[in-house]
């Protein structure tokens, strides 16, 4: 905060940055475990998907959904004019 009691205006911007960045990479996970889970079906797999997968596309989701979460807090902050 700057001696006025505001967030610093580059440190919030570096901070929204940084959110958008973990939703990026959060759903390029979720779009990799979705692929591997998705070869483990017909035509290229059994059927049956390794826990591993289902557990590896689990945590992507939660991941994602955090960082929306932490990403929609961020920005109802800055749609208040609290950023």
Known sequence: ???TGNIDH???RAEESAAMERVLTATQRVKTAFASLQSQFPPAGSGN???F???TFD???Q????A????DELLGDLL???R
């Open 1 to 3: 905060m700057d001696n």
């Open 59 to 61: 945590a992507a989701l």
């Open 10 to 12: 580059d440190k919030a």
């Open 53 to 55: 997968a289902l557990q």
């Open 68 to 71: 929306q979460a932490a990403f």
């Open 49 to 51: 998907p390794s826990q």
């Open 63 to 66: 991941e994602l959904e955090d």
């Open 80 to 82: 208040d004019g609290n």
